[in-house]
């Protein structure tokens, strides 16, 4: 959690209710992941403050390689794969745009378009499971494919113009190489 969110701070008690783990077990390896220089803690009032080390050369990589195994665009793939009517889904906005490798301010949100005809209610229930998952909104959008494919369609020319990260396509043919 504090990896995924270096920019943020967190007191223990925040940290334990988000992870539904004992306070003295996140006290525990607080206590742990600051004496290896992962984390930083600073004191404010009787509470503590947690956050990744800015210090640490190691908060780097161990960053992306979190973001590449349990990140945005892994969680909001497991979440909408059950989606019928389906053709593919992105992510796109600030997080695309930090993942592959714009910079600027860590994103608060995911930014997700589902093209397809989704269930409207299944599209917004996957989006409350992968912003549980994340910790963070997820914003999903749909359109359907017509749009996608339609050069003059605004939004979709803002969203091909800057970086996006397809999580699901199932407009590509089944083991062939496009």
């Given amino acids: 959690m504090l990896l995924l969110h270096p920019d943020e701070e967190y007191t223990i008690a925040e940290l334990a209710r988000a992870l539904s ?51 945005p665009h892994v969680v909001v793939a497991e979440e909408f794969a059950g989606l019928a009517n389906v053709v593919l889904v992105i992510i796109f906005g600030s997080w695309a745009a930090r993942y592959r490798g714009q910079r600027g301010r860590p994103p608060n949100d995911v930014d997700v378009l589902v093209v397809g005809t989704p269930d409207r209610v299944a599209m917004y229930s996957a989006a409350d499971r992968a912003q549980s998952r994340l910790g963070r909104p997820v914003n999903p959008v749909a359109c359907v494919s017509e749009q996608w494919a339609d050069p003059a369609e ?16 199932h407009s590509a043919p089944a083991g062939g190489v496009a």
């Fill in 21 to 71: 783990m004992p306070q003295s077990t996140v006290s525990g390896e607080v206590v742990r992941l600051a004496e290896a220089g992962i984390l930083a803690t600073r004191p404010v009032g009787r509470s503590r403050l947690v956050s990744a080390s800015r210090d640490s050369q190691l908060v780097g990589p161990l960053t992306e390689l979190l973001t590449l195994t349990y990140g």
């Fill in 154 to 169: 605004p939004f979709v020319r803002e969203i091909k113009a800057r970086p996006y990260v397809t999580v699901i396509d």
